[in-house]
Nanobody, 116 residues
Framework: QVQLVESGGGLVQPGGSLRLSCTAS????????INWYRQAPGKEREPVAF????????NVVNSVKGRFTISRDNAKNTVYLEMKNLKPEDTAVYSC?????????WGQGTQVTVSS
C-alpha cells in the first residue's frame, strides 16, 4: 500500500535550520510529483513546495522563497525540504502528499517548532 513517512522535524531557534525527509513506498516513486504542506495551530493547511517527478521542476511559496529548498532522490524514494533561517511563523506540522489517479495520500506529518 502507498505510504509516506516524514521525519526530521524538531525544536529549533529562530535563524536555525532543519532538513525534512519524506520517504515513500508502495508506488513507483519516480512517476509522481510530490508536494509539501504545513498546518500551523488554528490555521488551515497550506502548500509549501512542489517538485516534479523527475526533479527538474520545482517551486516554493513566496513566504519561504530564499529560505526553503525542495529536492528529491528517486533512488532513495525520498523528497527533502531544506529549511534555513527559520522563523517562529514557520512553526507547523509539515506533511508530504502524493496524488495517484484521483486519490491523495498523506504522511502522518512531522512537527517543526521555531522558538527561542
Amino acid at each position: 500500500q502507498v505510504q509516506l513517512v516524514e521525519s526530521g522535524g524538531g525544536l529549533v531557534q529562530p535563524g536555525g535550520s532543519l532538513r525534512l525527509s519524506c520517504t515513500a513506498s508502495g508506488f513507483t516513486f519516480s512517476d509522481y510529483h510530490i508536494n509539501w504542506y504545513r498546518q500551523a495551530p488554528g490555521k488551515e493547511r497550506e502548500p509549501v513546495a512542489f517538485i516534479a517527478n523527475t526533479g527538474r521542476s520545482s517551486n516554493v511559496v513566496n513566504s519561504v522563497k530564499g529560505r526553503f529548498t525542495i529536492s528529491r532522490d528517486n533512488a532513495k524514494n525520498t523528497v527533502y525540504l531544506e529549511m534555513k533561517n527559520l522563523k517562529p511563523e514557520d512553526t507547523a506540522v509539515y506533511s508530504c502528499r502524493v496524488r495517484i489517479a484521483t486519490r491523495d495520500y498523506w504522511g502522518q506529518g512531522t512537527q517543526v517548532t521555531v522558538s527561542s
